[in-house]
């Protein structure tokens, strides 16, 4: 089986934080910011680092050390994921934070951007460890989050039942049952129809939309994707439904490629039974950067930041990337394959699936009011190809990719925002 070599030493050195920050800064010279608008969209508003004790399941405790960030408020509460991952850093938390603020902005969605994160392997922990770290975690970030002030959601290796744990940590502190404090929560809780699907679910979106721009036949074109889980492997199986042929697809146990279109339903049962993709019968174990640099039409990241950097972009034989993950591609990167002729849909535009169809579970919430799985899907496509089709307008118009197209709607709209409160006091 092929060893997964993501984050070599030099890549995982490139910092998230520094990456958001040039890439706001690209948006805010096309722009011509105000100074004083500018340099405070730049900065983080609010950051929270907890480090707190767990139960572990022999009796002994452990420390842990998690994050909040909000990044502006300037639209609405807060709004974004939470992330366990060994290698989560309040850079990485703070980059994911202000890449949600321009990714509801650019979706029309009333949100400010979040995000939080622990340092932990949740792999190691047993569901109970798991249960009371969460918990404990939801507990101290509590100064921050609520419906109408933070509200999270699942990110990597965050799940349903974990949202749930949060949903239900937050109530029992006040007494009363408080829905719309998080989303992406089960059904059975307040949860929304299509949430699980969504962020996949507007990447096929918008790499139909992609295809429609660029005159190609989804049916003659040929997919990898990086990263199996939530937004890969849901991405992956409706892009199949669509026509596209997914030859290659890969998770932490390795990555794989396929002479024939691989079914996906098949994949994902694999991988259900075997924890991983590698070892798919009929399939040849390739290294991740081969995935990443595979002979295929359509590259589609959808694991973490700084997959494609200055090192490797020059082999990257894909001509339209579909940013699923947010910010896999660094700055570098970008300007190299601007020059190869790669379309790149960015993320804040690719993924933005998952926090539309949020909103549409925390407005449900508020209303007690839940709306079928049809009605939410066409809402989700109708925002999608909105906000797809803004961006190739403005990227079209200016002369710029649709990364700094993307941005110059989402700076400009946040900017607007800060500009009509002012500067308080
Ligand atoms: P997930 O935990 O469901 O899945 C992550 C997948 O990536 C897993 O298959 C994992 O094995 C794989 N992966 C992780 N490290 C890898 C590595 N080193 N090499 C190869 N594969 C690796 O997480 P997710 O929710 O699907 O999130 C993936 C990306 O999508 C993240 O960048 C996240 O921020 C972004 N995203 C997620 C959502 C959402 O609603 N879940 C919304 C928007 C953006």
Redesign the pocket.
């Known amino acids: 089986m092929a060893q997964?070599t993501?984050?070599t030493p030099a890549e995982a050195v490139e910092d998230p934080w520094l990456n958001a920050q040039r890439q706001y800064d690209l948006a805010a010279d096309l722009l011509g910011l105000k100074p004083g608008v500018r340099a405070f969209l730049r900065e983080a508003q609010r950051q929270l680092i907890v480090a707190f004790p767990v139960k572990m399941d022999d009796g002994s405790f452990r420390m842990f050390e998690g994050y909040r960030v909000q990044h502006n408020l300037a639209r609405g509460p807060a709004k974004g994921?939470i992330?366990y991952?060994p290698g989560v850093t309040l850079s990485e938390v703070k980059a994911?934070a202000m890449w949600m603020t321009w990714?509801c902005a650019a979706a029309g969605i009333p949100f400010g951007g979040a995000k939080g994160g622990v340092v932990v392997d949740p792999k190691k922990l047993s569901m109970g460890e798991l249960e009371r770290l969460t918990r404990r975690y939801a507990a101290e970030i509590s100064v921050l989050i609520g419906p109408d002030r933070d509200i999270p959601?699942?990110?990597?290796?965050?799940?349903p039942q974990v949202m749930a744990w949060i949903m239900d940590t937050m109530s029992m502190s006040a007494g009363h049952s408080i829905p719309a404090a998080v989303t992406?929560k089960p059904i059975a809780v307040g949860g929304s129809q299509g949430?699980n699907e969504?962020?996949?679910r507007g990447v096929a979106v918008v790499a139909l939309r992609a295809c429609t721009h660029l005159g190609r036949d989804p049916r003659q074109s040929t997919v990898a994707v990086?990263?199996?889980?939530?937004?890969?492997?849901?991405a992956a199986r409706l892009m199949e439904a669509d026509g596209f042929r997914i030859h290659a697809v890969?998770?932490?146990?390795?990555?794989i490629w396929s002479d024939k279109p691989l079914t996906v339903l098949e994949v994902l049962e694999h991988?259900r039974t075997t924890g991983?993709?590698a070892g798919f019968p009929g399939t040849r174990a390739i290294s991740?950067a081969e995935?990443l640099a595979a002979p295929v039409d359509v590259l589609v990241?959808?694991?973490?930041?700084n997959?494609i950097t200055g090192r490797n972009a020059g082999a990257i034989q894909a001509s339209l990337i579909l940013e699923?993950?947010?910010?896999?591609v660094s700055p570098e990167a970008d300007e190299i394959l601007a020059q190869k002729g790669v379309t790149l849909v960015p993320?804040i535009i690719a993924?933005?699936?998952?926090?539309t169809v949020?909103y549409f579970e925390w407005v449900q919430d508020l209303q007690s009011f839940f709306w079928e799985e049809k009605e939410i899907n066409e809402r989700l496509e109708h925002i999608m190809n909105a906000s797809f089709e803004a961006s190739w307008e403005a990227s079209q118009r200016l002369g710029v990719s649709l990364r700094l197209g993307a941005y110059t709607i989402a700076v400009q709209r946040v900017a607007e925002a800060t500009s009509a409160r002012g500067i308080y006091p």
């Open positions: 997964s993501l984050a994921g992330r991952h994911l990714k959601a699942p990110d990597v290796n965050t799940t992406g949430r969504a962020t996949g990086q990263g199996f889980g939530n937004a890969g492997s849901i890969s998770d932490t146990g390795g990555a991988k991983s993709v991740n995935l990241p959808a694991a973490l930041e997959q699923a993950a947010n910010g896999p993320d993924n933005a699936g998952g926090v949020s």
